[in-house]
């Protein structure tokens, strides 16, 4: 899915275990977006992994991002992962 969005927060950036890096380890972040349309438009929380977890994004700031949704079992439980896969601040 590709949209608009409104930055809404992000986290800070911390390393985690990676087996496609290699150094084991890569860079991860979390950050949520929310679509256009106020505070009651669709929100979503998405992780940033490499590079671009690196880039700093702040309250209210504009992006175009490119989110990829996936879904994995584990034990027995569903869980939904959603992926920035590309993101752009609008200037």
């Given at each position: 899915?590709?949209?608009?969005?409104?930055?809404?927060?992000?986290?800070?950036?911390?390393?985690?275990?990676?087996?496609?890096?290699?150094?084991?380890?890569?860079?991860?972040?979390?950050?949520?977006?929310?679509?256009?349309?106020?505070?009651?438009?669709?929100?979503?929380?998405?992780?940033?992994?490499?590079?671009?977890?690196?880039?700093k994004f702040y309250e209210g700031e504009l992006v175009v991002a490119a989110l990829h949704f996936s879904?994995?079992?584990?034990?027995?439980?569903?869980?939904?992962?959603?992926?920035?896969?590309?993101?752009?601040?609008?200037?």
């Amino acid at each position: 899915m590709k949209k608009i969005f409104k930055v809404v927060s992000q986290s800070e950036v911390i390393t985690v275990p990676s087996q496609k890096s290699e150094t084991g380890q890569t860079y991860k972040s979390t950050i949520v977006l929310r679509e256009i349309g106020g505070k009651y438009a669709n929100t979503y929380v998405a992780a940033m992994l490499g590079n671009s977890a690196k880039s700093k994004f702040y309250e209210g700031e504009l992006v175009v991002a490119a989110l990829h949704f996936s879904v994995h079992e584990h034990n027995g439980q569903t869980y939904q992962d959603v992926v920035v896969d590309e993101i752009i601040k609008m200037t």
